[in-house]
Nanobody, 117 residues
Framework: QVQLVESGGGLVQAGGSLRLSCAAS????????MGWFRQAPGKEREFVAA????????NYPDSVKGRFTISRDNAKNTVYLQMNSLKPEDTAVYYC??????????WGQGTQVTVSS
C-alpha cells in the first residue's frame, strides 16, 4: 500500500525558513517524478515544485522560484522542500504527490505551513 507522509510544517515569521519532508512507503519511488502542491483556505490546490526521478531536473512556478528548492533522497524514499524567504501568502496546507501512471495518483495527508507577517 502506497503511503506518503509529510512533516516539517509549522508557524514561522515572514522571511523565515522551513524544510518539509515527504516519506514514501509501499514501493520504490526512484523511477518516478514527485512533487509538492499547496492549498490555501478558499483556494484551489496549486503546483509548488516537481523533481524528476533522478533529481536532475526540477520545476517551479514563478511564485516560489528562487525561494523554494525541491530535492530527493532515493535511498530513503524521501522528498524535501526547502522554503526560504517565506511570505504570508505562502500560508497553506502543503501536500506531497506521486503519480505512478497506471499504478495510481497518490497524495499525503498534508502539513500546515503558516507564515505570520
Amino acid at each position: 500500500q502506497v503511503q506518503l507522509v509529510e512533516s516539517g510544517g509549522g508557524l514561522v515569521q515572514a522571511g523565515g525558513s522551513l524544510r518539509l519532508s515527504c516519506a514514501a512507503s509501499g514501493r520504490t519511488f526512484s523511477s518516478y517524478a514527485m512533487g509538492w502542491f499547496r492549498q490555501a483556505p478558499g483556494k484551489e490546490r496549486e503546483f509548488v515544485a516537481a523533481i524528476s526521478w533522478s533529481g536532475g531536473s526540477t520545476n517551479y512556478p514563478d511564485s516560489v522560484k528562487g525561494r523554494f528548492t525541491i530535492s530527493r533522497d532515493n535511498a530513503k524514499n524521501t522528498v524535501y522542500l526547502q522554503m526560504n524567504s517565506l511570505k504570508p501568502e505562502d500560508t497553506a496546507v502543503y501536500y506531497c504527490n506521486v503519480n505512478l501512471g497506471g499504478g495510481g495518483d497518490y497524495w499525503g495527508q498534508g502539513t500546515q505551513v503558516t507564515v505570520s507577517s
